[in-house]
């Protein structure tokens, strides 16, 4: 790995602290072990707050600390939660240190970096993962222990949790950065224009949804006119009353409620139908005849 540049990109130049070797002084294997570990997707006091939380804290705390505000609405910023929480989770089972945190979510951060701005591979993302776990993994090359962030044991853990995770979901994160997605509409407002009633303020009630007798009672009560009619009538008496009118021109079914007339349509359609079903039954009994008939024939041929 060429000195200036890191897998997890260029290292910033500043004046060196006071009290500090000269980086051009520093040996280069340290140099480069240093720029490695210098970037930091967590801090140590989010990543401390984290680990104070329980199961369901985290999730609420790592979202306030990665600045996702439309985790309802937007299905890439849960997914891209679920892919932190679900790491951080996972190394929270390993017991990891503090700086194996920092480095291990940091790692977890840059391998979606490279996908989503560098477009690499799942190969291409195979191969850096290699050469960074070279770098903060345990190596023979390395002259001091307290170089290594994991041991093998950890390194291995970490790659096997990769292959299982990512890996194995790459080409769905690739269709997540790289493919647009339709705007799906939930809810669209319609104007609908009803039909106004001739005799009141409402329509006339569905003989499948309510009858004529609770709609008149309690949905649409009658007008005030016929109360002031009905009232008059009763003031009158017998006596009183307005003279008889010709019957030719009355309503035959004045004298009947609506149970009289439901009783007399249930009488008749019952007469209909048996006489219906008598003769139905006839035909079916002389064709069934017939079929007897011809199947003696057969018999006897």
Same mark, same amino acid.
């Given at each position: 790995?060429?000195?200036?540049?890191?897998?997890?990109?260029?290292?910033?130049?500043?004046?060196?602290?006071?009290?500090?070797?000269?980086?051009? #002084?520093?040996?280069?294997?340290?140099?480069?072990?240093?720029?490695?570990?210098? %970037?930091?997707?967590?801090?140590?006091?989010?990543?401390?707050?984290?680990?104070? &939380?329980?199961?369901?804290?985290?999730?609420?705390?790592?979202?306030?600390?990665?600045?996702?505000?439309?985790?309802?609405? =937007?299905?890439?910023?849960?997914?891209?939660?679920?892919?932190?929480?679900?790491?951080?989770?996972?190394?929270?089972?390993?017991?990891?240190?503090?700086?194996?945190?920092?480095?291990?979510?940091?790692?977890?951060?840059?391998?979606?970096?490279?996908?989503?701005?560098?477009?690499?591979?799942?190969? #291409?993302s195979i191969k850096w993962l290699? &050469?960074?776990?070279?770098?903060?993994?345990?190596?023979?090359?390395?002259?001091?222990?307290?170089?290594?962030?994991?041991?093998?044991?950890?390194?291995?853990?970490?790659?096997?949790?990769?292959?299982?995770?990512?890996?194995q979901h790459y080409k769905l994160?690739?269709?997540?950065?790289?493919?647009?997605?339709?705007?799906?509409?939930?809810?669209?407002?319609?104007?609908?224009?009803?039909?106004?009633?001739? =005799?009141?303020?409402?329509?006339? %009630?569905?003989?499948?949804?309510?009858?004529?007798?609770?709609?008149?009672?309690?949905? &649409?009560?009658?007008?005030?006119?016929?109360?002031?009619?009905? #009232?008059?009538?009763?003031?009158?008496?017998?006596?009183?009353?307005?003279?008889?009118?010709?019957?030719?021109?009355?309503?035959?079914?004045?004298?009947?409620?609506?149970?009289?007339?439901?009783?007399?349509?249930?009488?008749?359609?019952?007469?209909?139908?048996?006489?219906?079903?008598? &003769?139905?039954?006839?035909?079916?009994?002389?064709?069934?005849?017939?079929?007897?008939?011809?199947?003696?024939?057969?018999?006897?041929?």
């Amino acid at each position: 790995m060429s000195q200036g540049t890191t897998p997890w990109g260029p290292t910033p130049a500043g004046p060196t602290p006071a009290g500090t070797t000269p980086e051009s #002084e520093r040996p280069t294997e340290f140099q480069e072990h240093e720029k490695i570990l210098s %970037p930091d997707f967590l801090s140590v006091a989010q990543i401390t707050d984290l680990l104070m &939380e329980d199961v369901d804290g985290v999730p609420e705390k790592l979202g306030t600390f990665l600045n996702f505000k439309n985790l309802e609405t =937007c299905l890439k910023d849960a997914i891209l939660l679920d892919y932190y929480v679900s790491g951080f989770l996972w190394a929270r089972g390993m017991d990891f240190s503090i700086i194996q945190y920092s480095k291990f979510m940091t790692l977890l951060a840059m391998l979606l970096q490279n996908l989503k701005t560098l477009h690499m591979s799942l190969e #291409e993302s195979i191969k850096w993962l290699g &050469e960074v776990m070279a770098e903060i993994g345990p190596t023979h090359s390395q002259k001091s222990e307290d170089w290594n962030i994991f041991d093998v044991k950890q390194a291995n853990a970490i790659i096997d949790y990769l292959k299982i995770s990512l890996f194995q979901h790459y080409k769905l994160y690739e269709f997540m950065f790289y493919s647009a997605r339709e705007e799906i509409v939930i809810g669209t407002e319609q104007v609908i224009e009803v039909v106004k009633s001739a =005799c009141g303020p409402f329509p006339n %009630p569905l003989e499948e949804g309510i009858s004529f007798d609770i709609h008149s009672t309690f949905i &649409e009560p009658p007008t005030i006119l016929d109360t002031e009619m009905k #009232e008059l009538d009763q003031e009158q008496g017998p006596e009183e009353s307005q003279p008889e009118t010709d019957t030719s021109n009355m309503d035959p079914l004045a004298g009947f409620n609506i149970e009289d007339v439901k009783s007399v349509l249930d009488q008749v359609t019952d007469d209909i139908l048996i006489g219906i079903q008598t &003769e139905i039954n006839q035909k079916l009994q002389i064709q069934e005849e017939a079929f007897n008939a011809r199947i003696e024939k057969l018999k006897k041929a």
